[in-house]
């Protein structure tokens, strides 16, 4: 009888996490092994910002699998544990600790990691920033009625955590080096109804400001804080802009994005550039290692660029491709990308990739904030952006993969159903 085969999985969160099990699914019966640095199996990122981290969904929850399920698959848990390099060409993983374990085949599910700020004082106390569950326990107990936070960075994280502070009853401030939140991912007009929706909330938003330092409580001489200072305990107590503004704060949230995690890809001598470079069945440029989720850059053949993806639904199902093609199923993974933000009552859903636009057109009232906004490149759909509009989106994402001409009134016109614009642009 052939030795069994050992695939093992570096990254225990979504994107490995949806990996593992579908090797078993499609049937696999060799051993998986499913590395991580974390303690917990893996979990859902987005309650962490939203639900969770307002106390109204219990940990439990979270998990994208019960944990006994992995006993049940066989796939075997390295939990709390980092793989420190890896030997593609000796099919090896090492471990912290140095044990070492052999592959036939790897995966690198690796996410991101947030970014730091270097300006003075970011290594005070009570400066948090958000990637991990314990990250998201250690706000959440800061997130007491009254206090004032800071958050730095208006991307989705900050704005959703913004939004859950001020939800909590938190007086809240948010400084955005762009001229409008969210700029990244939408057109300034969305990012400036954004704005909208966080002042009319009662968010202190201060645009085209980056911090500048964060200062320290004051310490009076002679109340014994001395010692404080020796030990470099002192928490934040002022936040300052570049334009001179000083912030006070109990807390801030730092937001400012992430970076993926390419070490291992790198020191292994793996084409990285932004991410680690995939073709569009996963592999990258060593045999037989593959790599998913926040970390890939892979080429998308319906859109036919290379993209990297730093959201849910690609991290589980390019999790899941990964893992056909490491069983040999030769299925180019061409899902079109797909996300969603909810702050307050507001939820935002994004179908398709636009990096660059010539027209955008809109149905629906940006005004009464139900609508959706339409990417055009060359005649064609290549984005959607609805807003507490979600029946939108599965339309748009056929239209998209579709990539026939539209015409933009077409899109426009509320009276024209958008799935009948489906099998017309055919
Ligand atoms: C607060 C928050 C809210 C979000 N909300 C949304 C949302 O509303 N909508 C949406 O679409 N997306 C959202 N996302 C994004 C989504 O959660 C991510 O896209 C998804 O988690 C990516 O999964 P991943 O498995 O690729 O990477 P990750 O989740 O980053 O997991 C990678 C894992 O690999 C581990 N690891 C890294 N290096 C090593 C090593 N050397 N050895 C062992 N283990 C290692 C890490 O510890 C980590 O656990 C949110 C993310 C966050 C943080």
Redesign the pocket.
Known sequence: MPDRQTFVI?????????AAEALRQQGFDGRVVL????PDP?Y???????EY?RGELPREKLFITKPECYREQEIELRLG????RIDPKARVVE??GGARLPFDRLLL??????RRLSVPGSDLEGIYE???VV??ERIAAELQPGRRVVVIGAG??GA??AASARMKGLEVSVLEMAPVPLGRALIDDMGRVYAEIHRERGVALYTGEAVERFDPSTLRPGSGQASLRAGGNRRVERVVSSSGRAIDCDFVVVGVG?DP?T??AEQAGLAVDNGIVVDQYCETSARGVYA?????NFYHPLLGERIR????????R??AAAAKSMLGQREPYEEIP?????QYDVNLQYVGHAASWDEVVVRGSVDERTFTAFYLKDGRLRAALAVNRFKDIAPSRQLIRQGAPIEPRRLRDEDIELKSLVSQAV
Request: charged residues 20%; glycine residues 12%; hydrophobic residues 45%.
């Open positions: 570096i990254g225990a969160n979504l994107a490995g996490g949806r590395v991580g640095a974390e893996p859902e990122r987005p309650p962490l910002s939203k981290l544990m980092e793989a420190t471990l912290a599910a690796t996410g991101g990691r947030v958000l990637r991990t990250d998201s989705f994280i959703e955590v992430i995690a070490e291992l998913a989720g926040d970390v890939a993806v730093e959201h849910w639904s690609n991290a589980q390019q999790g797909w996300f969603w933000s909810d």
